[in-house]
């Protein structure tokens, strides 16, 4: 339920910011998807218990500003662009500021071996954050930080983000470049299997990657099929470019 809540035709899903830019723009346009199986439906459902229990938690302090709170670029033919929920808004008690929270939760293995090791957000995070804080219109918010939680021991690390001009430029300028290839009807090529992108962005587990990029022995020509079936809907305007589109997009 809470996957197709966030799937809406015409929109970008600001989930998606810093990921892969042909998965973004496949989701916008409702592709085919593998469904997820049992074992992936348990981990979405241990995490939405963590983010409730946060939010608990936080709530029974008086430090809740608020949570689960809808975010787009707006309304009308020239601001249907991305939309999202952006997950709490915590109050500081010592001064009173707002912080934005991202909260991740992932298993306990990647927590020590990514999370810990590299001692930083990972970059799709940051972006999905930076996009939340820039289309939040209600909330005044000071700080925004990424807390991730363990899910098997219960540890929690929480980063900062510098909310800098080149970073949310960056952010824009990312957005952009798959806003430009979106108007263009055209899907940035995928990564190769040897790339390190290709493990970067977990493309082995995506749930479009076996339908649009890499078939299965034999499924060739339907996904090429796929491909031609994909119903591009740009009938509205979008907002003016800063950037240009990437280089190597392809069909």
Known sequence: KRIARRKKRGWFSISNAGWCKRATILNRLNAKETPKNDKDRRVFFIGDLIHEGFRNLVEKAGQ?????????????PDASD?????????RKKKDGKNILYEMKSISTGGFWKIVMKLKAPHKHHVYQAVTYYLEN?????????????SKQDGAIRAYP???????IAEVEDWWDSVRAAYIAQALPAPFT?????????YCDNCSFAQHYCFPVEGQEAQVQQNLLELEWDISTESPPLSTNVDAGISQ
């Open 64 to 76: 809740l500003v608020a949570a689960e709170v809808f975010v787009s670029s707006g309304y009308g």
């Open 82 to 90: 991305r939309v999202g929920v952006l997950d709490i808004i915590v």
């Open 137 to 149: 219109k209600k909330y005044p918010i000071d700080e925004v930080k990424i807390i991730y939680f």
């Open 161 to 167: 983000v510098k909310l800098t001009e080149t970073l």
């Open 193 to 201: 299997q040897d790339s390190v992108e290709y493990k970067e962005h």
